[in-house]
């Protein structure tokens, strides 16, 4: 089992930036697969980005140069930096964590951005 704590969320204007942070009760340095979702009011939720072997990366095209996955094994954390918000990218966000066999969610982080 893994537990994942999400931080990090909040309100910004158009254009500003957000860091979401994601940590694990355990090590990462064995799982090859992370990724951050995303659900708007309404809509399903969809994949925003994924790392693969902490080295594969790949971007939904709505976020792709604008938000970046990255690790820190050391600390059991991930995250998503979020650099010029639109307001279309208002959701919740979900980090997600494949280990040995398991699929584990952190609990959601609300991000707003504001016109």
């Known amino acids: 089992q893994v537990q994942l704590v999400q931080s990090g969320g909040g309100l910004v204007q158009t254009g500003g930036s957000l860091r979401l942070s994601c940590a694990a009760s355990r090590s990462i340095s064995s799982t090859n697969d992370m990724g951050w979702y995303r659900q708007a009011p309404g809509k399903q939720r969809e994949l925003v980005a994924r790392?693969?072997?902490?080295?594969?990366?790949t971007y939904s095209d709505s976020v792709k140069g604008r938000f970046t996955i990255s690790t820190d094994n050391a600390k059991y954390t991930f995250y998503l930096q979020m650099n010029s918000l639109k307001p279309e990218d208002t959701a919740v966000y979900y980090c997600?964590?494949?280990?040995?066999?398991?699929?584990?969610w952190g609990q959601g982080t609300q991000v707003t951005v504001s016109s």
């Open positions: 997600n964590l494949l280990y040995r066999g398991g699929t584990f």
């Open positions: 790392i693969i072997d902490f080295h594969y990366t």
